[in-house]
């Protein structure tokens, strides 16, 4: 929750912005497409100034860019603005630089935009500490249709929960 400052918390003290890359694998592919249907809704969010979120200019420099990066190889080039910066606009020592639009967050600013909308849609939230997601189920009377987010970081060891690019995500379905 926004106002929420646990230092075990991540979401009020990091920043967050997207960057491209170049996805060559099943896992980089996957992840990828991930953030890219982020980077779609965020093109809407940042609409509402409110919100925290803003478009900005984003470079990539590299002193030894790797043979996919250098060859846009897998969709790193499939963001709005990409170009391949010229040599002469390089810092020093880099041999290879790029520029495109990417979006960045205030973390504070979001969260308490997104609890705000979310609150005026009817989503109700719910703060307990439990040992296992299953805990969750007779505390609600849920239907077996509810939707559940799991913020509980690696997620009671739960298989659905898994590590992407460093950040455990699950979103389950009860049935």
Same mark, same amino acid.
């Given at each position: 929750?926004?106002?929420h400052r646990?230092? #075990?918390? @991540?979401?009020?003290w990091?920043?967050?912005?997207?960057?491209? /890359?170049?996805?060559? #694998?099943?896992?980089?592919?996957?992840?990828?497409d991930?953030?890219? @249907?982020?980077?779609?809704?965020?093109?809407?969010?940042?609409?509402?100034?409110s919100?925290?979120?803003?478009?900005?200019?984003?470079?990539?420099?590299?002193?030894?860019?790797?043979?996919?990066y250098?060859?846009?190889?897998?969709?790193?080039?499939?963001?709005?603005?990409?170009?391949?910066?010229?040599?002469?606009?390089?810092p020093?020592g880099?041999?290879?630089?790029?520029?495109?639009?990417? /979006?960045?967050?205030?973390?504070?600013?979001?969260?308490? /935009?997104?609890?705000?909308?979310?609150?005026?849609?009817?989503?109700?939230?719910?703060?307990?500490?439990?040992n296992?997601?299953?805990?969750?189920?007779?505390?609600?009377?849920?239907?077996?249709?509810?939707?559940?987010?799991?913020?509980?970081?690696?997620?009671?060891?739960?298989?659905?929960?898994?590590? @992407?690019?460093?950040?455990?995500?699950?979103?389950?379905?009860c049935?």
């Amino acid at each position: 929750m926004p106002r929420h400052r646990s230092l #075990d918390y @991540t979401s009020p003290w990091a920043g967050a912005i997207y960057r491209p /890359w170049p996805a060559i #694998d099943d896992q980089s592919k996957y992840e990828a497409d991930l953030a890219r @249907t982020s980077y779609a809704a965020f093109k809407e969010i940042a609409l509402d100034s409110s919100s925290g979120v803003r478009f900005v200019d984003g470079f990539d420099y590299f002193e030894n860019p790797s043979e996919p990066y250098k060859t846009l190889a897998g969709g790193y080039s499939d963001i709005d603005d990409f170009t391949v910066l010229d040599e002469s606009l390089l810092p020093p020592g880099v041999s290879f630089g790029t520029k495109y639009k990417t /979006w960045c967050l205030n973390p504070p600013v979001y969260l308490q /935009w997104l609890e705000r909308n979310l609150v005026l849609k009817g989503v109700r939230f719910v703060r307990r500490r439990l040992n296992s997601a299953v805990e969750v189920f007779p505390l609600f009377n849920l239907e077996p249709t509810a939707i559940i987010v799991n913020c509980s970081g690696m997620g009671f060891c739960d298989p659905a929960v898994f590590p @992407t690019r460093g950040k455990p995500i699950c979103i389950c379905q009860c049935i």
